[in-house]
């Protein structure tokens, strides 16, 4: 059955919300309660780890529970030609919806901790290796989520993906935003989760970056996706091979995006922290 494109958008901008308010809610509550960064860092983290996790299982079937634009874009990206991937229309929508999403939610988490609405952060972010550290971080995501496409294991990805998301809020340099709608919002709350406005596009810039890489990775370690075909002649439906059947040789987004649901590609979401 098909998802009205409304409740999709509805769902990524809910989901992402919901994400980015306990991203930085946790944060709010770690820096009162302790003054060790550390023991910040593990409440943050497993808090927002979680969420993730709840969220990808809860949204899959409506949205895909994408909460995350480069890997929005990604999926546009990698379906384009044979009509798999999400519209260019539905692509734009997820986007606004992920953004706006984001900003709410960081509004939300501000609100309840009785802090100030939407202040600009000051926390300066911008070097180097901050920048390879986000690039590492979306790089690994995107190889994460549509590895597990190509081998047909998209159901593992509420672990998988909060699992690996946790993974490098630890082991990366930058904490492993990984998200530029999280990522935007981050920057209207000046806290422990918040990053300067001016530190905005680097970080962003880096998460495009690895994006990228990481799709490059997926078609040399997992090679062409199965079934795959050229796009459809005149007259072809949408991801048919041109003779009026599906290419059913990939479980996941290209099966699920001909149906309107992006059911098949949960876990296109990151979250992070400092």
Do not use: K
Request: charged share 10%; with cysteine.
């Amino acid at each position: 059955m098909t998802t009205p494109l409304p409740r999709r958008l509805a769902a990524e901008a809910v989901g992402t919300a919901l994400l980015a308010a306990v991203l930085v809610g946790s944060g709010v509550r770690a820096s009162g309660l302790s003054a060790d960064g550390g023991v910040q860092l593990l409440a943050n983290v497993l808090a927002s780890v979680l969420a993730l996790g709840v969220l990808i299982a809860l949204l899959s079937p409506v949205s895909g529970a994408h909460l995350n634009p480069v890997l929005t874009a990604a999926a546009w990206w990698t379906g384009r030609r044979d009509g798999t991937g999400p519209g260019a229309g539905e692509l734009g929508g997820y986007l606004l919806a992920q953004l706006g999403g984001a900003v709410a939610g960081v509004a939300l988490a501000d609100a309840m901790f009785g802090r100030p609405l939407l202040a600009p952060a000051t926390q300066i972010r911008a070097s180097g290796q901050l920048w390879l550290a986000e690039a590492v971080a979306t790089g690994g995501l995107v190889l994460l989520v549509f590895g597990l496409l190509r081998t047909g294991r998209g159901r593992l990805a509420p672990v998988a993906v909060a699992a690996w998301i946790g993974a490098a809020c630890w082991g990366t340099s930058s904490g492993s935003f990984a998200n530029p709608a999280l990522t935007v919002g981050r920057a209207l709350s000046d806290g422990y989760t918040g990053i300067a406005p001016g530190s905005v596009a680097g970080f962003v810039l880096a998460q495009v970056a690895g994006a990228v890489v990481g799709l490059a990775l997926v078609a040399a370690v997992f090679g062409p996706r199965p079934g795959s075909r050229p796009r459809p002649g005149p007259g072809a439906r949408p991801g048919s091979g041109g003779d009026g059947r599906g290419d059913g040789g990939e479980e996941g987004l290209g099966a699920a995006q001909r149906g309107g649901v992006v059911e098949d590609l949960p876990g296109l979401a990151a979250v992070a922290e400092q």
